[in-house]
């Protein structure tokens, strides 16, 4: 008797254009969203963006065996709750690109040649990790393609303070937490006891190297510590990989981080995160957390979170 293994597999469906349409409708209607009036921080907050959720493909030169033209693409990748803040990005960028979905994970793609020379111009010049070297060799291609004369990328090192390119890069990558730690007696498996304590931290993980261009991200992470005045740490996954992180926990710089993201606000999921994270640390200023009240109030956001 013959056996048949059957595999569930994810395969990427197009998401219709009504879906998204009312999708982005829902999104508009729950945010206050007045971040990009101005098209040249909305190119800051993109390339933070895609240098950490991001990735850019370069196909081969020349033409396919069906004589097919290639060219490159430039994908988002994200957990399918930032739909609404996705569209509302390809709304901003005048509907370029499409969308597929995966199980849980959708991809944001502009992969026609006008979108991504629109996509170029509003992000040049502002990348600051090893991708600006991916981007300078889609230019290359795109040049040599199309005989056009884009210019060269140089990497951006204006004041972190001064636009939301740490915003779109904490979009994909940051992480707002709060922890609890319950008062423990001592015992006689406990040998201290254990003070009530609530404290914030947000983080900040990348890999040590640049996949697409197997560039130490080492020099970048060192001039953001020092951007967030904190160390920079590193640990190898279960997959034995190399991580760098960043984490701020004195409340001297989490005031820094709350001013700066209130000036440059989040759009898409970590902004809930956010709002939480800052109720608490308005908590903590006030000394409102000394409460039972507020110790009950904080223990419910971190459940929410």
Known sequence: RSS????????????????????????????NIHVFTDKDNLGYYLAGLLEGDGHIS??????????????PRIVFTSHKDNLGMYAFIQSELGNIGRFQISGNVIRYIIGDMKGIIHFINLIHGKLRT???????????????????????????????????WFTGFTEADGHFGI???????????????????ISLKFRLDQRAYDKSTSTSMEPFMSELASFLSCNLNSYTTAKNSETLSLSVSSINNIKFLVDYFNKYPLIGTKLNDFKKWEMVYNMIILKEHLSVEGRLKIKTLINKL
Do not use: C, H, M
Not at 58 to 71: A, D, E
Not at 130 to 157: G, Q
């Open 179 to 197: 922890k609890y730690v319950e008062s423990k007696e001592k015992s006689e498996t406990r040998k201290r006891s254990i003070s009530e304590n």
């Open 4 to 31: 048949i293994t059957y595999y569930n597999l994810n395969i990427a469906k197009a998401i219709p254009l009504e879906e998204i349409n009312k999708v982005l409708i829902d999104y508009k209607n729950q945010n």
């Open 58 to 71: 370069l196909p081969s030169s020349g033409n396919t065996t069906l004589n097919r033209i290639l060219n």
């Open 130 to 164: 090893p991708k600006n070297k991916r981007l300078n060799d889609t230019i290359k291609f795109i040049n040599t393609k199309y005989s056009l004369n884009i210019a060269e990328s140089l990497l951006d090192n204006s004041n972190y303070l001064n636009n939301s």
